[in-house]
């Protein structure tokens, strides 16, 4: 089974302008949730998707969206992008909701300037 | 709010001896708690999960304890090898969110 893959993995934008990043989960799973990488917070939890609804979000703010297509496949997009917003974004996947653990893609590395 | 500590940054142990790591977690009672392992430059790898009504759980040569009263987690790789060399996560969730703690760089040299 191929595994979670994301695009583009590498990303260089400009302070102001937005962003967006693409996940595929792996075959069959249905819940996607993205996640936020820095050096000085580590992991962050920003949203899950499950049958292309948001059933859970995170502490971020609205310029941090997403969606989820009937195949499953997620994008989430950033608006007004800042330089804080420099970070890895981890898209992961699992069979359902809570409880199930998770496969995570290689990440999108963001760099805002 | 709920707050997920591992013990230190980062832990440096000799090739064969058994590294152990601990997972805090305050403010909340998670059913279970998840282990992921994540190599620089790449996505977090699931290790182990262990649910509130489980002591102990072993997977070859990893072993995760759950002490719901200590509110604790401990996560012991035995024989451990230069290989295992990677940051290691705890993720006790809450309201079905994965709070990830900010890890432990587990060091094995030769």
């Known amino acids: 089974k191929a595994g979670v893959t994301q695009t583009p993995r590498y990303l260089i934008k400009t302070r102001g302008q937005q962003v967006t990043l693409s996940c595929s989960p792996i075959s069959g799973h249905r819940s996607v949730s993205w996640y936020q990488q820095t050096p000085g917070q580590g992991l962050q939890f920003l949203f899950e998707?499950?049958?292309?609804?948001?059933?859970n979000k995170g502490n971020f703010p609205g310029r941090f969206s997403g969606r989820q297509f009937s195949n499953s496949r997620s994008e989430m997009n950033v608006s007004t992008l800042e330089l804080g917003d420099s970070a890895l974004y981890l898209c992961?996947?699992?069979?359902?909701?809570?409880?199930?653990?998770?496969?995570f893609g290689p990440g999108t590395r963001l760099t805002v300037t | 709010s709920q707050k997920i500590e591992q013990n230190s940054e980062a832990l440096n142990i000799q090739e064969g001896k058994t590294a152990t790591l601990t997972c805090n977690y305050t403010n909340y009672s998670p059913a279970y708690l998840q282990w992921y392992r994540q190599d620089p430059g790449r996505g977090p790898v699931f290790l182990l999960l262990i649910r509130e009504n489980e002591k102990e759980k072993r997977k070859e040569r990893l072993k995760v304890t759950f002490d719901t009263t200590l509110k604790q987690s401990l996560f012991h790789i035995t024989a451990s090898q230069p290989a295992d060399s990677a940051t290691y996560l705890c993720a006790p969730p809450r309201a079905d969110k994965l709070i990830f703690g900010t890890g432990t760089r587990l060091q094995v040299f030769p």
């Open positions: 992961a996947s699992s069979v359902g909701q809570g409880g199930y653990e998770q496969y």
């Open positions: 998707y499950f049958s292309e609804t948001q059933r």
